[in-house]
């Protein structure tokens, strides 16, 4: 067949997803990488590894009957980054690095005397995506190296392979302007001729489709997308000597946009038809001659796809396009690999689920259906049936004692008193000095804690033992502290393996997997709690852990919870309910905890929310709605306890200029806050808010090795004063120690306290 240009067509495909996990099921990945940044770890060594993971996920789809596979989706870090490098668009300060991996993972990670870069959410999801940078200096240059590399790795194993790789317009979108650059929009029309160039390449290859991702597509955005994206896609496809273009918008509704790209000549357009709308497609005229890639299977989630429901969705499109091919919604980057890796589930919490391996097959089932019909797939359709309904009908779903409670809500159980009564109190009872200093929460996972945990997995060691172990690191980390001379202390949360997690396991309503992961940046792996009834707490989680590390010392001890959004964001949610109920249920759960903490005597608890941008819907119309609820439910959670009892809470890696507003509505007493990699920006926009409370922006980006010197945080503590003022500043770095080692953070937390110590006498003279 052939297009408008005359230029000679792929095949449609009939069987895919839009991309595949990299981590590996095990997190191979994340082992071979920091082994390679330890020493450890040859640079053949790793390579082998991530070809090992590239060509299992490939013989995977492969072997369910897809036509089609994601290639190009694998990583070492980010995807974005990936894009980057692909673009020559890498800042010039990682140039000094000689080998071509070094200078990537020194843009991901830095250097002792570099710094990354930025960091935030990619969309609506809980992946983070490292910020391009654009300044004047930014030339756009193609070097496609790893992607045709990957291309003929997989055609060479017989895999049909379909290159992914970010589109221009999405790409600019993310950027961030530099050095005095306007906005990376504006250099577009610079960026699509290396697009064209890469098409010219694949075609070489002997590819026969690709795939340009536009997330961007579905969101509100001030920039006329969809006349950028009809320009770009209009001059993209009128090349004749290029692979078949399939364009992917996922995580939303494209609406109009999506009536943009059908006027172009790409020959595909692939949609989320989980969280976008079946009407816009129908709706749409343009589809007649294209191919519609139909994402019906959640490529986010882990329920299993209502087989019947997904098929009368496609059956609804077959009118609407030239040809269909069955996808999920978006990557299965967002989803753990495979179900088979869970020993402990009950049959019936088993039979409802579908990870990454059972959406592949799902995908399969779908697509021959649609080819064979239903008949054809009886058994995996009977199957499909018998677990929605135990679902639907399964006791644990329901709890009347938690929906009496959220009944019997009212306005006052959200409500303290004005905060300058609070902070007077607080100051009181607290006696902190001028610019206190702490910490965020966690501190480094040490061998010996990480043996702990797996010898009481594998039952070496009783309970008592384990508790025995981590109060020795408890004691330590307190010690620590003290050395240091921090005025707020942390007990380090030794005990937890994630700060969603360890909630999770503790919380009814919940089930914690045993080998769930997925990829939250980088090598940093989370496994995400399962929300599948309603949540309450059996009893207090937290108390004493956060009393024994109290009774070492005299400085206060912040008690740590989790927060009602960030415990769903980093949860795969049940999807028969609205989220704003759950998260009101987990907020009772969190509002009992920090009643027993300070009936315990504690008197700092912070809350986190590190997530309230990253549930922000992605269109205008629908965001009111979730602040309003997001809002009401850390209030819920935080508003049980007295004046002088004082609340923080802490939010970190997002774009928060649109949440602002909302993070004032917190009310929290002291907001913590990530600002070294965006430079403090994000101060300016709290004042220009309102923004009265105490905050803490971070002045040094712990999810880098560097070690900041004393004057570069008194630099940082001097630009934050300009904007704070020093009766309202905090000094803490911006997120928790975790991921750091003790030298790290050792070196960096005393030239944190040096530097506030030099300090203290300049701004002490100003509060007189």
Known sequence: MSDTTGRASAAPFTTTVLGTARIGPRRELKRAVEGYWAGRTSRAELEETAAELRRAQWRELVDAGHDSVPVNTFSYYDQVLDTAVMLDALPDRFAGADDPLDRYFAAARGTADIAPLEMTKWFDTNYHYLVPEIGPS???????????????????AGVPARPVVVGPVTFLALSKPVDGAGTPLGRLDELVPCYRELLAELADAGVGWVQIDEPILVTDSAADLGSMAERVYTSLGAETHRPSIVVATYFGDPGCRLTSLSRTPIEGIAVDLIEGSLETVSGTPGLADKLLVAGVVDGRNVWRTDLDKALGT??????????????????????????????????????????????????SVLAGALRDGRAAHAVAFTECKTALASRATDPRLHNPAVRGRLAAITVQDATRAPAPERAAAQRERLDLPVLPTTTIGSYPQTSAIRLARASLRAGEIDAEEYRSRMRSEIADVIELQESIGLDVLVHGEPERNDMVQYFAEQLDGFFATANGWVQSYGTRCVRPPILFGDVSRPQPMTVDWTTYAQSLTDKPVKGMLTGPVTILAWSFVRDDQPLSESAFQIALAIRDETIDLENAGVGIIQVDEPALRELLPLRDADKPEYLAWAV????????????????????????????????????????SIEAARSHMEVLGVLDEAGFRNAVGPGVYDIHSPRVPDTQEIAESLRAALETVGPARLWVNPDCGLKTRTTGEVVASLTNLVAATTQLRPEVQSTLR
Do not use: N
Not at 337 to 359: I, M, P, V
Not at 634 to 658: N, P
């Open 138 to 156: 930014t030339a756009f240059r193609l070097q496609a190296d790893k992607i045709l590399a990957e291309v003929a790795e997989a055609l060479e």
């Open 314 to 363: 496609l059956g609804t499109l077959l009118g609407s396009a030239g040809s269909i091919a069955v996808s999920t919604s978006c990557s299965t980057l967002h989803v753990p690999y495979t179900l088979a890796a869970e020993d402990d589930l009950d049959a019936g919490l088993r039979g409802w689920l579908a990870f990454a391996s059972e959406k592949f097959r799902e995908v």
């Open 632 to 671: 009401r439910a850390f209030r819920l959670a935080t508003c049980g306890v007295r004046d002088d009892t004082q609340v923080h809470t802490h939010l970190c890696y997002s774009e928060f200029g649109e949440v602002i507003g909302a993070i004032a509505e917190l009310d929290a007493d002291v907001t």
